[in-house]
């Protein structure tokens, strides 16, 4: 399956994916990855794998309809199959995920629908839930809200700060974002209105669920 990365900062996803793929647990292959920012440690990571890359800039269009279009046409032209959103801080409009139709997926930092939108790790301390983690899912229209592929659950603990427990965090988003791909790529995904069913998978164990199976 040909990946398209979208990403906007330092790419810590996005290496996960670079990684999964170098060492055969993932069989796909990034066809591109494109960067709303330039200058950002995610393009480093690109240069130094030899993964294809973009900087298309939001600021370079007249239109938010005619950036998302510019991405939509670098993607197509490279037969992109499944887009990933990994660190990408855009909302994402119908023009964009018209051209891509329930094969746009997001990892973001709460256990959706908990803490949707920027900065889920400080409203998690800072609103005193003893549990927290990160997600895989679907991307809609509506912010943080599309059907959920898997989520990890990652504890809170007394004293944590928004950078501790976004690094315990992000320890579990590098192992569920390519298990995420694995099971689309593998074609065991299937989607039921809001629920999501991964075909042969192991439901109902922490802190993962459904259980990983190679990440």
């Not at 499944?82 to 930092?109: E, Q, Y």
Request: net charge positive; hydrophobic share 40%; aromatic share 8%.
């Amino acid at each position: 399956m040909n990946l398209g990365i979208l990403v906007s900062g330092r790419g810590s996803n996005l290496q996960a994916i670079i990684d999964a793929v170098r060492f055969g647990k993932l069989k796909d292959r990034i066809s591109l990855v494109i960067s709303d920012r330039e200058g950002v440690q995610a393009i480093e990571r690109c240069k130094r794998h030899a993964v294809p890359y973009k900087v298309i800039k939001r600021r370079d269009y007249a239109s938010k309809e005619d950036f998302e279009r510019a991405m939509v046409s670098a993607l197509k032209a490279e037969g992109v199959e499944l887009v990933v959103l990994a660190g990408f801080m855009r909302v994402l409009t119908k023009t964009f995920l018209s051209a891509f139709p329930m094969k746009v997926i997001n990892i973001h930092p709460s256990l959706i629908p908990a803490f949707q939108g920027l900065r889920a790790q400080k409203q998690a301390v800072e609103y005193g839930v003893l549990y927290s983690g990160c997600t895989v899912h679907f991307v809609a229209e509506e912010v943080d809200n599309g059907p959920v592929i898997i989520q990890a659950c990652v504890p809170v603990i007394p004293g944590d700060t928004e950078e501790s427990l976004s690094e315990r965090i992000l320890r579990y988003e590098h192992r569920i974002l390519p298990q995420a791909i694995k099971w689309i790529s593998e074609g065991r995904v299937k989607v039921y209105g809001r629920k999501v069913i991964v075909e042969g998978a192991r439901y109902g164990q922490l802190p993962f669920n459904p259980d990983l199976e190679d990440f």
